[in-house]
């Protein structure tokens, strides 16, 4: 709690003014008092994101500690103002940028996504089942895990449309298989990684998974070059 109280004495008392002035139009709207405790709960931890004094995707026990909350409700703040404010399009954009630092697991072949939000997490699984794919809930609430075949579908969901052909032409130049298609492209290139980086403590996430997939994700045939050359040299 001290916490934020100070960051807001840090926010200027115009910010701050205005953000309360918006609070209490919204809670007099349509008339004193009718707003329910659980919808001015969450519109006025909205308002403390809007604030700046909780991120975006602030981390759970974060709420936990800082609000005082449980869990269970700690979960439903971020679920309900997730679902309140961000777009289909927001949720595809915030997915891709996690995609591109998956958790490589020693666990018959798995690799995690880290998704502290609920919401998104539910946006995750519809999105799967509209691949035919299903994601492994019985690890934690906030990894969500899939096989590598999943994984990468997912991804592949993702590269874009207009540059598929030009991503796979970067990869053939850099010695993948030209007979093989871009998912099994994808497929070996994300196994390979999960050598590369998995230890044995179970499981790695490196901050040079990044440097391999975002240039995929984003669809840039010439970073793919720069990054991949040599990449699949002993597969010669």
């Known amino acids: ?21 918006e609070l209490l139009q919204d809670y ?16 006025l931890f909205m308002k403390l994101q809007q604030l700046g004094l909780f991120e975006k995707n602030p981390d759970l026990y974060e709420l936990v500690s800082e609000l005082r909350v449980t869990r269970a409700k700690a979960r439903n703040l971020l679920y309900e103002s997730k679902l309140r404010q ?36 539910d946006h995750l699984r519809a999105k799967l089942k509209q691949l035919n794919h299903i994601t492994d809930g019985s690890f934690s609430p906030e990894l969500v895990r899939l096989t590598t075949d999943a994984f990468v579908t997912l991804f592949e969901s993702y590269l874009p449309q207009d540059s598929q052909k030009e991503i796979k032409k970067a990869f053939v130049a850099v010695g993948a298989k030209e007979d093989t298609s871009l998912k099994g492209v994808l497929k070996g290139v994300v196994k390979k990684l999960g050598t590369k980086v998995a230890d044995k403590a179970g499981g790695a996430v490196a901050d040079s998974v990044v440097d391999y997939l975002g240039p995929i994700i984003t669809g840039s045939a010439e970073a793919i070059k720069r990054v991949f050359s040599g990449f699949f040299k002993d597969e010669e």
Request: glycine share 6%.
């Open 86 to 121: 961000t777009s289909k399009e927001e949720l595809d954009d915030e997915l891709k940028e996690m995609l591109k630092r998956p958790v490589f697991l020693k666990d018959n072949d798995k690799i995690g996504i880290e998704i502290g939000n609920p919401y998104l997490i």
């Open 1 to 21: 709690m001290q916490n934020i109280l100070k960051k807001l004495d840090e926010r200027s008392g115009e910010e701050v003014k205005k953000v309360f002035a």
């Open 28 to 43: 007099l709207t349509p008339a004193y008092g009718s707003m329910s405790k659980r919808d001015f709960d969450i519109l």
